[in-house]
């Protein structure tokens, strides 16, 4: 199963077809059909935060545990923007796969999955603000769904696999990666911090409730009591404050209230750090200067004995 789902915008400098969620695709798939798990078998899953929140209530793990165990990370783009992917064998079956029986998480199953053989584009016209969701076929040899005679429009299909629940919940995330991607190079690479930040945000919820409701982040953003109770208990209400906190990081949208002397407090910590920096390097200097003159020192005081001998 290849997964162009976030190649577009970030690799592919050729455009695919374009399909509207209106055209009509021949395709269908079934347990039974000769090529069944043949996709499975070479899975290529790009996770989406909804999909691992998903994935990891399915098991009763915790996001870190779901994390390490199932999922392997790489970089969306130049920048080092971390992305995930489902975990894979040696041979490249999915870890999901449970043997002949199919998806062990069928009803939890990714975007990915529920999408293939259709490949969702998020993209951006070059003069508009608007993000345009558009769609494209992926054909592979082993994926024999597009024999079969069934026609189904692309709509119909989102609704079969169940996909528009997931796109709802992953639409703002993925408008941010397309903003990301849409800035170019002008507005530089975000700092390890924003990476970071990134990803906890976005695939590691656990960690994210943590950070939110730390003494620091109480201090830094003026967020009232009704905001710290819900992200306490509720995953998708901290999901979306996720995308909205990225914002602010990533692009400086100003949409999270920060208290009155954050900025001031942020600017003073920097600035104590930056002098013990600076004194640090000073330090480092005088110490390479004092090394310097002594070994010239003790070499003037030997070849001195020299000369006198
Ligand atoms: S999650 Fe399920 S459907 Fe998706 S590749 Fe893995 S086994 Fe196949
Ligand atoms: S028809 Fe395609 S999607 Fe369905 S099991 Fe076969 S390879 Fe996978």
Redo the contacts with the bound molecule.
């Keep these: 199963?290849s997964d162009p789902k976030f190649d577009i915008p970030f690799k592919s400098p050729n455009l695919p077809e374009m399909l509207t969620d209106k055209a009509l695709i021949k395709f269908r798939c079934y347990k039974g059909i000769s090529c069944f798990?043949a996709?499975?078998k070479r899975?290529d899953?790009t996770l989406a935060p909804f999909d691992v929140l998903r994935l990891k209530k399915r098991f009763g793990m915790s996001s870190e545990d779901f994390l390490k165990r199932y999922t392997v990370p790489f970089q969306m783009d130049q920048d080092g923007v971390p992305g995930l992917k489902?975990r894979t064998d040696e041979d490249g079956t999915?870890?999901?796969?449970?043997g002949e029986n199919?998806?062990?998480?069928?009803e939890d199953?990714?975007t990915?999955?529920r999408y293939?053989p259709i490949a969702l584009l998020n993209m951006r016209a070059k003069d508009s603000t608007q993000a345009e969701e558009n769609y494209s076929m992926v054909r592979e040899d082993h994926c024999k769904g597009h024999l079969e005679d069934r026609e189904i429009s692309i709509d119909d299909y989102r609704d079969e696999q169940g996909c528009k629940e997931y796109d709802k919940r992953n639409r703002d995330w993925y408008r941010l990666i397309l903003k990301k991607k849409s800035a170019g190079p002008g507005v530089g690479r975000p700092s390890e911090m924003s990476l970071q930040l990134f990803f906890m945000a976005s695939y590691n919820l656990d960690m994210f409730r943590r950070f939110v409701l730390s003494d620091n982040f109480r201090k830094t953003y003026q967020l009232n009591d009704v905001f710290y109770e819900a992200v306490e208990t509720d995953d998708l209400i901290l999901m979306d404050f996720g995308f909205q906190f990225l914002r602010q990081v990533l692009f400086g949208e100003r949409t999270i209230e920060e208290a009155a002397d954050a900025w001031e407090k942020r600017v003073a910590e920097r600035k104590a750090v930056w002098d013990m920096r600076t004194q640090a390097e000073l330090a480092r200097k005088h110490k390479e200067e004092d090394d310097k003159y002594r070994i010239e020192a003790e070499l003037g005081s030997d070849s001195g004995g020299d000369k006198s001998g």
């Design positions: 199963m798990n996709c499975c899975a899953v489902m999915c870890a999901m796969l449970d199919g998806c062990s998480v069928y199953r990714p990915v999955c293939y």
